[in-house]
Nanobody, 118 residues
């Protein structure tokens, strides 16, 4: 059974930091590109950060809006992907989702709420 379970969300003041975790199981974690997406109320879901599979070098990419503030990483021993979020802004408020996608296979977590107060 495939599982992606996000945690680490919460309420933080602007300028603060949070680290999101996505614990995975049930699939070959190292072979999958992983991504963090977010969706704010009334907005479309957007890709925030992604990291390629281990075999593709584990290369990270970021949306322009978070570049220099967010860092995505993966821990192969724990089958977990992280999103370190620094210098948070109110516009970062959203539900954050973890995604594993490879070919026609697409797995999503249930999401974790991040709220940044001004």
């Amino acid at each position: 059974q495939v599982r992606l379970v996000e945690s680490g969300g919460g309420l933080v003041q602007a300028g603060g930091s949070l680290r999101l975790s996505c614990a995975t199981s049930g699939f070959a974690f190292s072979l999958y590109p992983m991504g963090w997406h977010r969706q704010a109320p009334g907005q479309q879901r957007e890709l925030v950060a992604s990291i390629t599979s281990v075999t593709s070098g584990g290369i990270a990419n970021y949306a322009d809006s978070v570049k220099g503030r967010f860092t995505i990483s993966r821990d192969l021993a724990k089958n977990t992907v992280y999103l370190q979020m620094n210098t948070l802004k109110p516009e970062d408020t959203a539900v954050y989702y973890c995604r594993a996608s490879r070919g026609s296979v697409d797995y999503w977590g249930q999401g974790t709420q991040v709220t940044v107060s001004s």
